[in-house]
Structure formats: structure tokens, C-alpha cells
T-cell receptor, first 113, second 116 residues
Framework: AQSVTQLDSQVPVFEEAPVELRCNYS??????LFWYVQYPNQGLQLLLK??????LVKGINGFEAEFNKSQTSFHLRKPSVHISDTAEYFC???????????FGRGTSLIVHP | KAGVTQTPRYLIKTRGQQVTLSCSPI?????VSWYQQTPGQGLQFLFE???????NKGNFPGRFSGRQFSNSRSEMNVSTLELGDSALYLC???????????????FGPGTRLTVL
């Protein structure tokens, strides 16, 4: 079985500050990992994905994430956030034998001016 | 390539009515999944269709049903609506051929259903 825990339901941060959104997963087999962003009244948009290979994954809008197999984590980072990054962020895991990803509960990133 | 489209975007119904939502996947994608998103429960998986067959199912009552057509377009139906069915319903499409491949999902904008 696969599961995802997003450790923070809400992360407030000031503009131009760095941010890290935490995600831990559990799975008994190899995994694919994803981060999605959702702006108000919109669907989910893929930010980045980890398939295999390099553990540091770069995505759109300046975001990156690091896969840590020993800690079963896939934390999302951005060195300097903008007001426009205010949104809901979802971590998702899909095991190699499954067609359907499991999503975390989401982290609301709130960027203050 | 056009993205995933969902119609309608907004819907208001009353308790006891039934509703049908539509989803058109990205061209070439054969898998369509449906999710219910609410503030309290987050994203919950409803079901997935692949080549007109339901391949995976979440833990929802039988009032929630779906189908997929030969052109991969999908519909979901909710009968006997309850207040708790108010939610954003998201559709996602993927290639869906092999569970061993990346098979990332692409989401539509959702249908906001309000049950009064």
C-alpha cells in the first residue's frame, strides 16, 4: 500500500524568503513521486516529478525537490518565493504496480508581501 | 495539444436530484480518473476508466457511477444528491497503458457542484 503525509497544512512566508514544503511517503515497492500546484478555482498542475536517476529534480516556476530514499521524503523547495506562488501544493506517490497515485492532504502556501 | 476539458464548470442542484459531469481527456490518453475534492477530505479518488472499462474504484457509495466512451471521453453521474456531495470534481487523464511507466496525470479545471 502507498500513502503520503504532508507534514504542514499551512506554511506562511514572506515574499523573497526561501520555503520548504515537506512530504513523506510510504510504499513497499519502487515509486514515482509528484508535486502538483492548485491555484484557486483551478485544477492541479504538475510542478515536477521524480522517476529515477538524479535525486534532485527541477520543475517549473523555480521549484525543485529532493528525493531521499532512506528518509522516504520528497520535500519541495524554492529559494525565493513570490506573491504569485500563493496556492495549494499536493504531493503524490504512485507505486510501480499501481495505476493510481495517492495524494497528500495538501499544503497551503501563503506568501505575504 | 488541447488539455483536459470538463463541462460544466459550475453546477447548482438540489437534494435528491441527479447530475452528470463530462470530461474530455487529452488526445491519445486512454485513462480517465475522477476525484472529489472537499476542504475536509482533500482529494479522494472515485474511479478510473481505461478503454471503456472501470479499472480501479475508490471507496464511494453506488450513487456515484461513471462510464467511458470509445473516444475516451468520460462521464460521471451522481444520483440522489446529498448536501455532502457539494465539492469540486476533478478529472485527470493519462496514457494509462502500463503501470510500470510514469503515467503522470493531467488534470482538468474541475466542475464545482453545489447541492442546496
Amino acid at each position: 500500500a502507498q500513502s503520503v503525509t504532508q507534514l504542514d497544512s499551512q506554511v506562511p512566508v514572506f515574499e523573497e524568503a526561501p520555503v520548504e514544503l515537506r512530504c513523506n511517503y510510504s510504499s513497499s515497492v519502487s515509486v514515482y513521486l509528484f508535486w502538483y500546484v492548485q491555484y484557486p478555482n483551478q485544477g492541479l498542475q504538475l510542478l515536477l516529478k521524480y522517476l529515477s536517476g538524479s535525486t534532485l529534480v527541477k520543475g517549473i516556476n523555480g521549484f525543485e525537490a529532493e528525493f531521499n530514499k532512506s528518509q522516504t521524503s520528497f520535500h519541495l523547495r524554492k529559494p525565493s518565493v513570490h506573491i504569485s506562488d500563493t496556492a495549494e501544493y499536493f504531493c503524490a506517490v504512485r507505486s510501480g504496480g499501481s495505476y493510481i497515485p495517492t495524494f497528500g492532504r495538501g499544503t497551503s502556501l501563503i506568501v505575504h508581501p | 495539444k488541447a488539455g483536459v476539458t470538463q463541462t460544466p464548470r459550475y453546477l447548482i442542484k438540489t437534494r435528491g436530484q441527479q447530475v452528470t459531469l463530462s470530461c474530455s481527456p487529452i488526445s491519445g490518453h486512454r485513462s480517465v480518473s475522477w476525484y472529489q475534492q472537499t476542504p475536509g477530505q482533500g482529494l479522494q479518488f472515485l474511479f478510473e476508466y481505461f478503454s471503456e472499462t472501470q479499472r480501479n474504484k475508490g471507496n464511494f457509495p453506488g450513487r456515484f457511477s461513471g462510464r467511458q466512451f470509445s473516444n475516451s471521453r468520460s462521464e460521471m453521474n451522481v444520483s440522489t444528491l446529498e448536501l455532502g456531495d457539494s465539492a469540486l470534481y476533478l478529472c485527470a487523464s493519462s496514457v494509462g497503458i502500463s503501470s510500470g511507466s510514469v503515467n503522470e496525470q493531467f488534470f482538468g479545471p474541475g466542475t464545482r457542484l453545489t447541492v442546496l
